[in-house]
T-cell receptor, first 110, second 117 residues
Framework: AQRVTQPEKLLSVFKGAPVELKCNYS??????LFWYVQYSRQRLQLLLR??SRESIKGFTADLNKGETSFHLKKPFAQEEDSAMYYC????????????FGQGTRLTINP | GAVVSQHPSWVICKSGTSVKIECRSL??????MFWYRQFPKQSLMLMAT?????????EQGVEKDKFLINHASLTLSTLTVTSAHPEDSSFYIC?????????????FGPGTRLTVL
């Protein structure tokens, strides 16, 4: 079965501090991993995907197949990073649905 | 970027009535659209995968006769909640996958809040 676990429902850090949002997954095949973000009163939007290996808005995430993790990191948090973050998994082949984690609400304190 | 719209953005209905929610891809063709529901302070739960020109694929536990999905064109999918009851009150979100895209990225609509009295 496919499962995504985000152990922290809430995460609060100060502006300028490093931030790490944890994501672990369970899947027997080769998944595609995503981070989606939802800012206040906005729709869900893609932040980054593991196959792109990009840094978006200063965020990076590395797929660790050994630890089955896809943690989201940013070295210096900014107030505008406050949002709800969802980690999601999709099989690379076959059904293209997304399985979401429970989400982590990130609050950046000034 | 790709834009997905939903209509209506919110709806209030009486118990026992049916409600139709539309999901449109505005600037791309979507062979596949997805319907999710989200309860307060919870994550998105996939209800069904809507395939253009064929029957939708429902997730386990989702009643296909209650949540009717039609994907008649490459830019429109509809979700009809039949004989709605208060427990159907939720936030319904659709997403669409760009047919030209080689990856599994989905573009999300703004959601429809359904309140059943």
């Amino acid at each position: 079965a496919q499962r995504v676990t985000q152990p922290e429902k809430l995460l609060s850090v100060f502006k300028g501090a490093p931030v790490e949002l944890k994501c672990n997954y369970s899947y027997s095949g080769s998944p595609e991993l995503f981070w989606y973000v939802q800012y206040s009163r906005q729709r869900l939007q893609l932040l980054l995907r593991h196959i792109s290996r990009e840094s978006i808005k200063g965020f990076t995430a590395d797929l660790n197949k050994g630890e089955t993790s896809f943690h989201l990191k940013k070295p210096f948090a900014q107030e505008e990073d406050s949002a709800m973050y969802y980690c999601a998994l999709s099989p690379i082949q076959g059904a293209q649905k997304l399985v979401f984690g429970q989400g982590t609400r990130l609050t950046i304190n000034p | 970027g790709a834009v997905v719209s939903q209509h209506p953005s919110w709806v209030i209905c009486k118990s026992g009535t049916s409600v139709k929610i539309e999901c449109r891809s505005l600037d791309f063709q979507a062979t596949t659209m997805f319907w999710y529901r989200q309860f307060p302070k919870q994550s998105l739960m996939l209800m069904a995968t809507s395939n253009e020109g064929s029957k939708a694929t429902y997730e386990q536990g989702v009643e296909k006769d209650k949540f009717l999905i039609n994907h008649a064109s490459l830019t429109l999918s509809t979700l009809t909640v039949t004989s709605a009851h208060p427990e159907d009150s939720s936030f319904y979100i659709c997403s669409a996958r760009d047919a030209r895209s080689g990856g599994n990225e989905q573009f999300f609509g703004p959601g429809t809040r359904l309140t059943v009295l």
